[in-house]
């Protein structure tokens, strides 16, 4: 079956580091991948998205590279911001608007 | 333009209960998913509406059913509810022809006590 694995967490980083949040797939056939981020109290929002392999997904200064050969789809920051604390889940979607399997969420701390 | 609308936010219940949850989905949308987030832990794929029909279904039990209305709208239906169904319910709208991720609501908090 189709799973997600993330890094777990929680991350706690100072303002202005590098973030990485690594995540690895397994999956039947060619699927989407997603980064969805949660706020304390909201539902999932779109962070950014690839549809096929070397695809780069990028969306307010994080970025994501669809990798088939290491089933994975890193996220990344160069610089992060106190605003950037959440919860971030990365997911995987075989079919067009079929279901989607998120991983378990990775909680990121920025300080100042 | 109204994203995707979920209600109630909040809900408490008694074991052996019956709950319904509403969403209306992002104008323009005609699929409905539907999810359970435990505390901690990544959505859980319930099932899937679409044409007023389910059209994928998780891996949970009867007593959790659906319906979509003529105008996209959807219910979650939840029957004899136990303790372990305290959880985020969420509501996630799409196109049926597009690739591209959800629109989430902001979930109903359901406590079943």
């Known amino acids: 079956g189709n799973s997600v694995t993330q890094m777990e967490g929680p991350v706690t980083l100072s303002e202005e580091a590098f973030l990485t949040i690594n995540c690895t797939y397994t999956?039947?056939?060619?699927?989407?991948l997603f980064w969805y981020v949660q706020y304390p109290g909201e539902g999932l929002q779109l962070l950014l998205k690839?549809?096929?392999?070397?695809d780069k997904g990028s969306n307010k200064g994080f970025e994501a590279t669809y990798r088939k050969e290491t089933t994975s789809f890193h996220l990344e920051k160069g610089s992060v911001q106190v605003s950037d604390s959440a919860v971030y889940f990365c997911?995987?979607?075989?079919?067009?608007?079929?279901?989607?399997?998120f991983g378990d969420g990775t909680t990121l701390t920025v300080k100042p | 333009d109204a994203g995707v609308t979920q209600s109630p936010t909040h809900l408490i219940k008694t074991r052996g209960q019956q709950v319904t949850l509403r969403c209306s989905p992002k104008s323009g949308h005609d699929t409905v998913s539907w999810y359970q987030q435990a505390l901690g832990q990544g959505p859980q794929f319930i099932f899937q509406?679409?044409?007023?029909?389910?059209?994928q279904r998780g891996n949970f039990p009867d007593r959790f059913s659906g319906h979509q209305f003529p105008n996209y709208s959807s219910e979650l239906n939840v029957n004899a509810l136990l303790l372990g169904d305290s959880a985020l319910y969420l509501c996630?709208?799409?196109?049926?022809?597009?690739?591209?991720?959800?629109?989430f609501g902001s979930g109903t908090r359901l406590t079943v006590v």
């Open positions: 997911a995987l979607r075989v079919t067009n608007a079929g279901k989607s399997t």
């Open positions: 509406y679409y044409e007023e029909e389910e059209r």
């Open positions: 999956a039947t056939g060619y699927p989407s």
């Open positions: 996630a709208s799409s196109a049926q022809l597009a690739n591209y991720g959800y629109t």
């Open positions: 690839a549809t096929k392999a070397d």
